[in-house]
């Protein structure tokens, strides 16, 4: 079976890590995920289950900007921050 090494290998990294991060409700989990174009950022609940925020740098106040990764990885950090 042919698999992306890169691919396997984030995933393995993922999983180690998560052995031992766990969120809960008076202190949840951040996840950020990096993509080529966007980034994505989530505070998530793990015992109960659920996505207490989001956020992304796809929301059009964001994204119609002319800015560089690193200053939208900011105001993502801002609007996760206000929600």
């Not at 992306?4 to 396997?8: D, M, P």
């Not at 059009?60 to 900007?65: F, K, V």
């Given at each position: 079976m042919a698999y992306?090494?890169?691919?396997?290998r984030r995933k393995r990294i993922k999983m180690r890590v998560r052995k031992h991060v766990h969120?809960?409700?008076?202190?949840?989990?951040?996840?950020?995920?990096?993509s080529n174009r966007d980034i994505y950022a989530q505070i998530i609940d793990d015992q109960n289950g659920v996505t207490l925020v989001s956020a992304s740098s796809r929301i059009?106040?964001?994204?119609?900007?002319k800015i560089t990764k690193s200053e939208k990885s900011v105001l993502v950090g801002k609007q996760l921050a206000q929600k």
């Open positions: 992306n090494r890169k691919t396997y969120g809960s409700p008076e202190r949840p989990r951040l996840s950020v995920f990096r059009a106040e964001i994204n119609e900007q």
